[in-house]
């Protein structure tokens, strides 16, 4: 399995960053109240993986519940592009719908059970 950059940017283009992953991922899918509403698909990487190169100040944050996560969207189009997960919270999860899906080998998708996260969560963590 090989290590590699992937770009990845917001809808309008302001927020772009790129990502160090591999060729290989398990991308989730939540059932949540937010994911499931915005069709987010979970990339989990390390913090060090994740490198805005511009419009880190049209960032936005929101959070909710318990305040862990920290959900960061682009303030002109309202995507989010990443943001700080509840269940890797020293990490990002990437949405893997703004990232440049053909730059990968194999792509798993799998499912998440968010709307039961405390009875869920160990199995990802």
């Given at each position: 399995m090989s290590a590699i950059v992937v770009e990845g940017q917001c809808h309008c283009g302001t927020v772009r960053f790129t990502v160090v992953t591999t060729s290989q991922v398990e991308v989730r899918e939540c059932n949540c109240s937010i994911c499931?509403?915005?069709?987010?698909?979970?990339?989990?990487?390390?913090?060090?993986?994740?490198?805005?190169?511009?419009?880190?100040?049209?960032?936005?944050?929101?959070?909710?519940?318990?305040?862990?996560?920290?959900?960061?969207?682009c303030r002109r189009c309202g995507i989010k592009p990443f943001y700080v997960p509840r269940s890797h919270p020293h990490g990002y999860s990437?949405?893997?719908?703004?990232?440049?899906?053909?730059?990968?080998?194999?792509?798993?998708?799998?499912?998440f059970d968010g709307r039961n996260w405390e009875q869920a969560v160990d199995a990802i963590r």
């Open positions: 499931s509403m915005c069709g987010y698909q979970h990339l989990i990487v390390a913090a060090d993986a994740l490198t805005i190169l511009e419009g880190e100040e049209e960032l936005t944050t929101y959070t909710f519940n318990t305040g862990t996560a920290q959900h960061t969207f990437v949405n893997f719908r703004c990232v440049d899906a053909g730059a990968f080998e194999r792509v798993e998708l799998t499912s």
